[in-house]
């Protein structure tokens, strides 16, 4: 099965990639977070993604489809993955199809701008794992730490709200022609076409699980 995860900075794609792929066994591929260990590594490829990501925009589409690319390629992808912050553009969606790459789900997680930079003060992230907390609406057993390695939990450079502004207009501009783009494919008639949900993403994390949930097992 293969899944993307489609929504705005904050949206809670990365807290339900981790429910989506533990229940249906299939890798979580987030670019994001793929972008920040580079980053973190200090590669070439992180060091010229900084700059971009700390300024709310987007990395380059022929960065990302190679980075794609080689993580598809990897051996635990054969059996699907679950795309979490990718496409983003409409140019990533073209590569992801000229590949061959059916998807089966599409699920868009919706909520407004408003409630997004409300939200993205409080989040904490586990680095090496791209676990995602939230200090009153998900936290960890202990304060700053988590659940599963003990280790501290971090702020995203990133999560300034004037970021987090820039990330949004990012997302209004480039991706969200995304929703239209997948919305025909789904409706095309042809028996390969994803099945488009659009889920509102407000309230509790568990009942959006749920209905996440429901959505890929229908
Ligand atoms: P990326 O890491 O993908 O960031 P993003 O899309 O901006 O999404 P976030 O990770 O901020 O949010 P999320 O939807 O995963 O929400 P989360 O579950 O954490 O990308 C970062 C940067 O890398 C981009 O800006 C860009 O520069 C670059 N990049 C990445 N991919 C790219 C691509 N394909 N092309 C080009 N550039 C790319 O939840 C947010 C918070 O809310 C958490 O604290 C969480 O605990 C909390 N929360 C979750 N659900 C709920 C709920 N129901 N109620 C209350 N709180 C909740
Ligand atoms: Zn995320």
Redesign the pocket.
């Known amino acids: 099965m293969r899944v993307i995860?489609l929504?705005?900075?904050?949206?809670?794609?990365?807290?339900?990639?981790q429910y989506i792929s533990e229940a249906f066994g299939i890798p979580q591929i987030?670019?994001?977070?793929m972008?920040?260990a580079a980053v973190k590594a200090a590669t070439p490829l992180g060091l010229a993604?900084k700059k971009?990501?700390d300024e709310?925009?987007?990395?380059?589409?022929d960065i990302?489809i190679s980075l794609?690319k080689e993580r598809l390629e990897q051996s635990d992808c054969v059996n699907g993955c679950l795309f979490?912050?990718?496409?983003?553009?409409l140019g990533?969606a073209e590569a992801l199809r000229a590949e061959g790459i059916n998807i089966d789900y599409i699920i868009e997680?919706a909520v407004p701008d408003e409630e997004?930079i409300k939200?993205?003060s409080?989040?904490?992230?586990h680095l090496a794992s791209g676990r995602?907390?939230?200090v009153v609406?998900?936290p960890p057993a202990v304060p700053d730490t988590d659940d599963v390695t003990g280790e501290l939990l971090v702020q995203?450079d990133?999560?300034c709200e004037q970021t987090v502004r820039k990330?949004l207009k990012?997302?209004h501009e480039l991706t969200e022609p995304l929703i239209g783009y997948y919305r025909n494919l789904s409706m095309n008639g042809s028996a390969d076409a994803p099945k488009y949900s659009s889920i509102t993403?407000?309230?509790?994390?568990e009942?959006?699980k749920k209905e996440v949930i429901a959505a890929l097992n229908s």
């Open positions: 995860l929504g705005a900075p904050g949206a809670g794609k990365g807290t339900q990639a987030s670019t994001g977070d972008l920040r993604a971009v990501m709310g925009g987007l990395v380059p589409d990302i794609v979490d912050g990718f496409p983003r553009t990533q997680i997004i939200r993205m409080g989040r904490r992230v995602t907390y939230h609406f998900n995203r990133d999560d990330r990012a997302y993403g407000i309230g509790g994390v009942q959006i």
